[in-house]
């Protein structure tokens, strides 16, 4: 009960500062835009690039902020919020939201039948969404091909999504699930905090997650969610 508590204060503390930094940042963002296309004063390219460093470093900020936000409500997650949910349908409503990134790289995703668990709605559609948003972002030269299975082990349905990307050294498949981790080279990165978030979900739905990988073979991420209640 500690814990939940001092999780829920982080999570409040988090949002408020996420809240400020975001006003701040966009204000920085949308007057920087504006000079740079002020087409009334002199043309100065040194100052036209400074401009640019500005937009870009807040776009940057804004990314952040918004990632933190994600994660401050992943620390709400609770059993409270918890229902009888259909994974499927979760899975559909995020393919919808990425359909234009999937169709900009010719990106496919299948998926076989998948379950009924006990969980958060809205904390699971944003597992699904990171995951095969990673998939894209980190992408090879071929066009991202996605597939979404779960089978049954025990009490938990274990849930994989596999992807054709270029893989993840074996020492650094635990390093892509820490928060800003990046790695170096040619390897893939964790999307932002994308992954991190989705651990912390899973975590706080009593499930675990995990990566498998070789490199140049594409990845496959997994982590179990309970079965639905009653069944």
Same mark, same amino acid.
């Given at each position: 009960?500690?814990?939940?508590?001092?999780?829920?204060?982080?999570?409040?503390?988090?949002?408020?500062?996420?809240?400020?930094?975001?006003?701040?940042?966009?204000?920085?963002?949308?007057?920087?835009?504006?000079?740079?296309?002020? #087409?009334?004063?002199?043309?100065?390219?040194?100052?036209?690039?400074?401009?640019?460093?500005?937009?870009?470093?807040?776009?940057?900020?804004?990314?952040?902020?918004?990632?933190?936000?994600?994660?401050?409500?992943?620390?709400?997650?609770?059993?409270?919020?918890?229902?009888?949910?259909?994974?499927?349908?979760?899975?559909?409503?995020?393919?919808?939201?990425?359909?234009?990134?999937?169709?900009?790289?010719?990106?496919?995703?299948?998926?076989?039948?998948?379950?009924?668990?006990?969980?958060?709605?809205?904390?699971?559609?944003?597992?699904?969404?990171? @995951?095969?948003?990673?998939?894209?972002?980190?992408?090879?030269?071929?066009?991202?091909?996605?597939?979404?299975?779960?089978?049954?082990?025990?009490?938990?349905?274990?849930?994989?999504?596999?992807?054709?990307?270029?893989?993840?050294?074996?020492?650094?498949?635990?390093?892509?699930?820490?928060?800003?981790?990046?790695?170096?080279?040619?390897?893939?990165?964790?999307?932002? @905090?994308?992954?991190?978030?989705?651990?912390?979900?899973?975590?706080?739905?009593?499930?675990?997650?995990?990566?498998?990988?070789?490199?140049?073979?594409?990845? #496959?991420?997994?982590? #179990?969610?309970?079965?639905?209640?009653? #069944?």
């Amino acid at each position: 009960m500690e814990k939940s508590k001092s999780d829920m204060e982080v999570s409040e503390f988090i949002l408020r500062a996420c809240h400020d930094l975001r006003s701040s940042t966009r204000a920085v963002r949308i007057h920087s835009e504006l000079l740079l296309k002020d #087409t009334e004063g002199p043309r100065n390219t040194t100052f036209e690039q400074r401009l640019g460093y500005v937009v870009a470093g807040a776009k940057t900020i804004d990314s952040l902020v918004e990632g933190l936000t994600k994660y401050s409500l992943a620390l709400q997650t609770d059993a409270s919020s918890f229902q009888s949910t259909a994974t499927d349908v979760l899975l559909r409503s995020v393919l919808m939201k990425l359909s234009k990134e999937l169709s900009d790289c010719e990106g496919k995703v299948t998926y076989d039948e998948l379950p009924r668990v006990t969980g958060d709605p809205d904390r699971l559609m944003q597992v699904l969404e990171h @995951l095969v948003r990673n998939a894209v972002v980190h992408r090879g030269e071929a066009a991202p091909q996605v597939h979404i299975s779960a089978c049954k082990r025990g009490e938990a349905w274990v849930f994989a999504v596999r992807d054709n990307g270029p893989g993840v050294d074996g020492v650094a498949l635990e390093r892509v699930f820490r928060p800003f981790e990046r790695l170096k080279g040619g390897e893939r990165t964790g999307a932002g @905090l994308g992954l991190a978030i989705s651990r912390e979900i899973v975590e706080r739905h009593g499930g675990r997650m995990w990566a498998e990988s070789q490199v140049g073979e594409g990845a #496959t991420f997994l982590f #179990t969610l309970p079965k639905e209640v009653n #069944t």
